[in-house]
């Protein structure tokens, strides 16, 4: 593939590699180091003069670190002359503050800064993944492809949930509702959803189940899981709602604070993730962690993109 260029940020170097060797490229030359008053500092060891240009950095781990890391690789790339800059950034930082809500009208919509950001540091294009809400492309006025985990987790689920044919897709929160039915659909299987009512960001006050789970295995489906809160409520409300058993499988598996002790507590058969966030620290402390690579989803985005090709054959199919 000539005239492109891969570069990967510190936030998460092993699916920026799994990518390269997909595309069959090698990663380019990046330097990134910090001063002692913990200043970025980014050296673009290679040309980057007329290249497509594609920067992998995923919002995870030391986020504002790696966020501004990202802003100064775009922003070296564009003054070395790259035709073009492609941010992908597999987990979209501060994708949950979004909107202001009824409660606290002076929050700020830090999405929107962030989309605010990446243009201003030149980027030309953005390839995400799972947005978790994915009016987030419109506060860009550059392109985005927000791209969808839904067909690997459809084929994780045919290929590891031995009754899946008699299972319930289950949203953990309403707003989660659309996903849960598009894969209850293409599964032919029912949904049900839990209403939860929060008190304060990160604690859930009470849960109410919509649909029956009764003698089924329940698949709890959502884009992302923080302290695991929710997602651990809900396992214990569906068990006690008659559920065989139950499995999670959520898109960013961010796993702060007490996740992990959570999840080993609670009655989950499995916790699965996608490599959007790397896992291999908390796989260690947790074996019902199990991870789906996307990294071909990525990489196959990366070469129609760069090809000039349509995205959109990537949201229903996992490439080969």
């Known amino acids: 593939m000539p005239n492109i260029k891969i570069f990967s940020g510190s936030s998460h170097p092993d699916l920026s590699q799994k990518i390269a060797d997909r595309l069959g490229l090698e990663l380019g030359k990046v330097v990134t180091k910090k001063f002692s008053n913990q200043e970025t500092c980014v050296e673009i060891g290679e040309s980057v003069r007329g290249e497509d240009v594609y920067i992998v950095q995923s919002g995870c781990g030391e986020i504002n ?7 100064i690789m775009i922003n070296a790339c564009k003054i070395a002359s790259a035709s073009r800059v492609t941010a992908v950034i597999p987990c979209f930082p501060y994708a949950r503050q979004d909107k202001k809500d009824k409660v ?9 800064l962030v989309a605010n950001m990446l243009s201003v540091s030149g980027a030309d294009h953005i390839i995400t993944m799972d947005l978790h809400a994915s009016q987030i492309q419109g506060f860009f006025d550059i392109p985005v492809d927000n791209l969808y985990a839904e067909p690997a987790v459809l084929k994780w689920i045919k290929e590891n949930i031995p009754e899946w044919k008699n299972c319930t897709i289950v949203s953990p929160d309403a707003g989660g509702a659309k996903r849960v039915t598009s894969i209850a659909d293409r599964l032919n299987v029912d949904f049900a959803l839990i209403h939860k ?9 009470r849960m ?4 029956d789970v009764t003698d089924r295995v329940a698949i709890l489906v959502d884009d992302m899981a923080d302290t695991c809160g929710t997602v651990c409520h809900a396992a214990d409300k569906l068990i006690s709602a008659g559920a065989t058993k139950v499995y999670a499988i959520l898109t960013h598996g961010i796993f702060s604070g007490p996740a992990i ?3 080993n507590n609670a009655c989950f058969e499995a916790v699965v993730v996608t490599n959007t966030i790397p896992q291999e620290e908390k796989m260690k402390h947790c074996p019902k962690i199990q991870v789906i690579d996307i990294s071909m989803i990525l990489a196959e985005a990366i070469r129609r993109t760069h090809n000039g090709e349509s995205v959109s054959y990537l949201f229903s199919h996992v490439p080969l």
């Open 65 to 71: 670190d790696n966020l501004m890391e990202l802003l």
């Open 104 to 112: 606290g009208s002076r929050a700020p919509i830090s999405a929107k």
């Open 197 to 205: 009512e929060r008190k304060k960001a990160n604690e859930v006050d």
């Open 208 to 211: 109410v189940l919509v649909g």
């Open 261 to 263: 002790s959570r999840i």
